[in-house]
């Protein structure tokens, strides 16, 4: 069975990545709420994402190169079952760190500084 | 057709993430995200991974977001600053850092040779639920471990850091 084509450049694929990209680095640099900053940054983690998808939709289109087709895709498998972990640990941190001071602007804490 | 539907979808992921980080209300934010993932499984789907497609919208939209969902409804968080407010210097030098960032990419990705890709050969028939389940117990079965070790850990990490006072 041959490849069916879909007629999408994978390069548009690619810029969306990119917008998202500095839409999430925006967030993360600009805004001082915890969650909206963990925001930011699934937004940031869902657009390299779709650098992966545009490059393995790109690599199905080399019939030699399907495998790697196939392991962008499990890259993104990977992606997001690391980003589940990630925000389940840092939930439950700013859950501790409500419980401490009654807040979650990153400014208050700075119990780490020397 | 499916050149409108991607330019639709790639319309409605830019303009939710833009709200995603732009509105003040955190409820808001989360819910802007859900839109943000579901058309990025569109976006999935259109390129030919189904799998990729549903994981997104249970994974990410039904399990991640609503959990954050819940804690930002437990913390009673007030409503948000405006964005980069009080510190002017910083949000310009944010901002330069974001445009700069998205610029780069925009580039590499305009400097690439423009192709078209294709599902993954061999898909169009079962599906990529298959072949990806096969890699994930055969060729990848390291890692494959190695992410169910990394969840039980972030299980007992969020337990103990939920029921501990800090001191």
Do not use: K
């Not at chain 1, 997001?80 to 501790?96: D, K, P, S």
């Not at chain 2, 968080?77 to 510190?87: E, H, K, Y």
């Not at chain 2, 590499?108 to 117990?137: C, D, E, S």
Request: aromatic residues 12%.
């Amino acid at each position: 069975m041959t490849a069916e084509l879909v007629p999408i450049p994978f390069t548009w694929v690619l810029a969306l990545s990119a917008v998202l990209f500095a839409i999430g680095t925006l967030g993360v640099m600009l805004r001082r709420n915890a969650i909206a900053i963990f925001l930011s940054l699934e937004v940031m983690l869902n657009s390299a994402n779709l650098a992966f998808a545009a490059f393995a939709y790109r690599f199905g289109a080399v019939h030699v190169a399907a495998a790697a087709a196939l392991d962008g895709q499990i890259f993104i498998f990977f992606v997001i079952a690391v980003a589940a972990a990630e925000a389940t640990v840092g939930l439950a941190l700013f859950i501790a760190l409500y419980r401490l001071r009654e807040t979650i602007d990153v400014d208050r804490f700075n119990i780490l500084r020397w | 057709m499916v050149t409108w539907v991607f330019l639709a979808a790639a319309a409605v992921a830019v303009v939710f993430a833009c709200l995603a980080v732009v509105v003040r209300n955190p409820i808001l934010n989360v819910l802007s995200l859900v839109i943000v993932f579901f058309a990025m499984a569109a976006i999935f789907a259109l390129l030919g991974m189904d799998f990729l497609a549903a994981i997104q919208v249970i994974v990410y939209s039904g399990a991640i977001l609503v959990l954050f969902l819940f804690v930002v409804m437990l913390l009673n968080i007030p409503r948000l600053g405006r964005l980069g407010s009080g510190r002017p210097f910083q949000a310009l030098l944010g901002s330069l850092l974001a445009a700069f960032l998205g610029g780069l990419l925009l580039a590499a990705a305009a400097l690439l040779p423009a192709g078209l890709g294709a599902v993954l050969p061999g898909a169009a028939a079962g599906g990529t639920a298959v072949p990806i389940g096969r890699a994930l117990i055969s060729s990848h079965l390291f890692v494959f471990e190695f992410i169910t070790l990394l969840l039980a850990a972030a299980i007992v990490g969020a337990v103990y850091l939920g029921e501990r006072e800090l001191q």
